[in-house]
């Protein structure tokens, strides 16, 4: 079992890797590689695809690295790969982003990326820190996670989802923020997994264990 952490040049990935590499240890789930090579992304069991920053300059370089680009779809939409996104990783997964232009995503998950806007002027955006989950659709990535467990997030912008069956899980920072989307073999997750504590390693251990 091999699992690949696309690297397109958008964030640091040192701690993603690492947390990743010691769930597949701990849970026996194979081999976990941090890459930008072409071959070893068509040919992974799993893919991952973080993302920092804002989201047209994701976008553009994900893009921009075709091979890898072109693999990841042909993984994901014709052989059914499960998928991770994380943080703009996930929110590549919408129809558009709106963060400085409009820019089309994947399109894989109906929807926008829009800016955080609280009901209270108090809360600062971006949305920075811990925050309790409410899950709102079972999902094998919830195994051993609860309503009130919390993640770490760092974002300004938000997946509001089309389809709320595709909103799995979210959070409340004076309003609803998405904060897990998913369907067939996607799942996304606006906050770190790997910065996560105990919540995001029992996450990242579901997903490399995930068999839809």
Not at 23 to 38: F, I, K, L, P, Y
Not at 62 to 78: F, T
Not at 145 to 171: K, M, Q, W
Request: glycine letters at 10%; one cysteine or more; proline letters at 5%.
């Amino acid at each position: 079992m091999l699992t690949a952490i696309i690297d397109y040049e958008s964030g640091n990935l040192h701690s993603a890797e690492k947390a990743f590499q010691r769930m597949a240890r701990e849970t026996d789930a194979g081999e976990v590689v941090v890459t930008s090579d072409t071959d070893i992304v068509a040919r992974a069991d799993r893919l991952v695809l973080p993302g920092d920053g804002a989201f047209p300059a994701c976008a553009s370089e994900l893009r921009g690295h075709k091979g890898i680009y072109d693999a990841m779809v042909e993984a994901v939409e014709v052989k059914g790969r499960p998928f991770l996104g994380i943080c703009v990783g996930m929110q590549l997964m919408a129809t558009k982003g709106h963060e400085y232009r409009e820019t089309d995503g994947l399109g894989w998950i109906g929807g926008d990326v829009v800016k955080i806007t609280p009901a209270d002027a108090s809360l600062k955006v971006p949305h920075m820190g811990w925050n309790d989950l409410v899950i709102d659709h079972p999902h094998p990535v919830f195994d051993g996670i609860e309503t009130g467990d919390h993640t770490y997030f760092v974002h300004s912008y938000h997946f509001r989802v089309a389809n709320p069956a595709e909103r799995l899980a979210h959070v409340d920072y004076a309003g609803d923020v998405t904060a897990v989307i998913g369907r067939d073999t996607m799942v996304g997750m606006q906050f770190h997994p790997e910065k996560s504590q105990a919540t995001g390693l029992r996450l990242i251990a579901n997903f490399l264990n995930w068999a839809p």
